[in-house]
């Protein structure tokens, strides 16, 4: 008799129906064309970017960045605890079986007995229960909890991308810094030795004291600007420590910012970035789950059944436990369904719903977001590039306006006003073009993050290698 109830049981759970919808990914307009083509792109999404730099400093400090950063690793280790949530819900859809034993005296005294008397009892257990998943709501969840597993995941990766777009993106600002305190302090250099003549003239009456104090005020502003820089420096470092998972303190060099080479501008469709990149990825999953859990949800209207047994021995003695008398057991089949839950039913399942209109909502924005950055950073290095262009003239032409100011108020032919604005204008233009340097760089390590890709996976890889390899 049991041998034929197991096999229906069995066919039963085999032929159960998922309730809830099945996940499909929603349909996505996606532009035909980035807004603004790059004839020069190559496919170079699959590589580890920041090497095209050519800054071998910038690689060590990347390397290390993947190892240690702590924000990664607190990614890395939410990962895990979604892994065991996923195990957990997987686990109902096995028997879970367990074992117990009981050893027990008692002393008792009973109507018309003599006296009271004292036994031993022993008893000895194996249960086992196990919900039959007839309407899939463990099977909905197992699905669910999944999905959050890799959008855990995906949650990992997209801070990997943003690392690594952190650090080239600190490096570089540092880089940049450096290079404006060294205009900085170059111009103050040459400012106050010529404030040092000025005075030796101003002195033999040469001049008036108007123009040593114009000159004065020059390299009193030259100085001005050194501390503001110094500040940003190492505030800059500070920074850039931290993204390394070590406490605030300097940051070795290597190439200057005009050393540096500008990576080249990865290829690719707009379509492939609902493949490549993290964020939009976890978005999916993030769908799925939701989805999922409308099923687990509308599950919980239907009647649960369950499998339960029991085996074992019990006995007022040791020695005859595990005799064939003393065997016990039992099993049964509950079956326990929803009546009347006052609208508590409904309201999960509208709850589960509109959780998932969420999430379809934050995929759809996601994969808008990723579009306009793209094209935002397309953007930014084309017209970027052609301002740098623009100022490169603009800084070679002030130095030849600066020159010549000088030469003609040297010989009387002009005021000391000529002079000032002369090298005004050259001090601010400098510091301007290796802003603008900065920012183009920004822009292409703005573009590598839009896009995503393969780099990410290489970067993964890095931060699972132990330090010195």
Request: glycine share 8%.
């Amino acid at each position: 008799m049991r041998k034929p109830l197991l096999i229906s049981l069995l066919a039963l759970l085999v032929s159960g129906c998922m309730i809830g919808p099945d996940y499909f990914r929603p349909a996505v307009e996606t532009p035909p064309a980035w807004r603004l083509s790059e004839q020069n792109a190559k496919d170079l999404a699959n590589t580890t970017w920041w090497e095209q730099f050519g800054d071998p400093v910038l690689n060590d400090l990347m390397a290390t960045a993947l190892r240690e950063n702590k924000d990664l690793k607190i990614a890395a280790a939410r990962v895990e605890e979604f892994a065991g949530n996923y195990g957990i819900v997987r686990s109902g859809l096995y028997p879970q079986v367990g074992a117990g034993y009981e050893p027990g005296r008692q002393r008792n005294t009973l109507p018309g007995a003599a006296g009271p008397s004292t036994y031993n009892s022993y008893q000895v257990v194996l249960n086992a229960a196990w919900e039959i998943d007839i309407w899939g709501r463990i099977r909905r969840q197992t699905e669910a909890a999944n999905a959050q597993l890799l959008a855990s995941e995906e949650g990992r990766r997209g801070i990997i991308l943003s690392l690594v777009g952190s650090v080239a993106g600190s490096y570089i600002n540092l880089r940049a810094l450096d290079r404006q305190l060294e205009i900085a302090r170059e111009t103050a250099k040459s400012r106050g030795e010529s404030y040092e003549i000025f005075k030796l003239r101003f002195e033999g009456g040469v001049i008036s004291q108007l123009e040593l104090s114009q000159n004065k005020s020059q390299y009193e502003e030259a100085l001005a600007s050194i501390p503001p820089l110094e500040k940003a420096i190492a505030q800059q470092e500070n920074g850039l420590s931290v993204l390394l998972g070590r406490n605030p303190g300097p940051i070795v060099r290597g190439k200057n910012i005009d050393q540096l080479v500008l990576p080249m501008i990865p290829a690719g469709l707009p379509s492939d970035l609902l493949e490549r990149r993290p964020d939009i990825r976890r978005a999916e999953q993030n769908l799925i789950a939701a989805n999922a859990l409308i099923g687990a949800a509308k599950a919980a209207y239907y009647p649960t059944i369950s499998l339960t047994g029991l085996f074992g021995y019990a006995s007022l003695s040791l020695g005859n436990l595990f005799n064939s008398a003393s065997k016990v057991w039992q099993y049964s089949a509950p079956v326990s369904m929803p009546i009347f839950t006052g609208g508590a039913l409904a309201g999960q399942v509208q709850v589960a719903e509109a959780t998932q209109q969420q999430a379809l909502f934050e995929y759809q924005k996601a994969i808008q977001e990723a579009f306009r950055e793209v094209n935002d950073a397309l953007v930014n290095q084309d017209r970027t590039g052609a301002q740098l262009v623009a100022q490169k003239s603009q800084v070679k032409s002030l130095e030849l306006y600066a020159e010549t100011a000088r030469l003609r108020y040297d010989n009387g032919y002009t005021s000391y006003i000529e002079v000032l604005d002369a090298e005004r204008s050259l001090f601010n233009a400098q510091l301007q073009y290796t802003q603008t340097q900065q920012t183009q760089f920004q822009a292409m390590t703005n573009l590598y993050k839009a896009m995503g890709g393969g780099w990410v996976a290489e970067a993964e890889k890095m931060s699972a290698q132990p330090a010195g390899k």
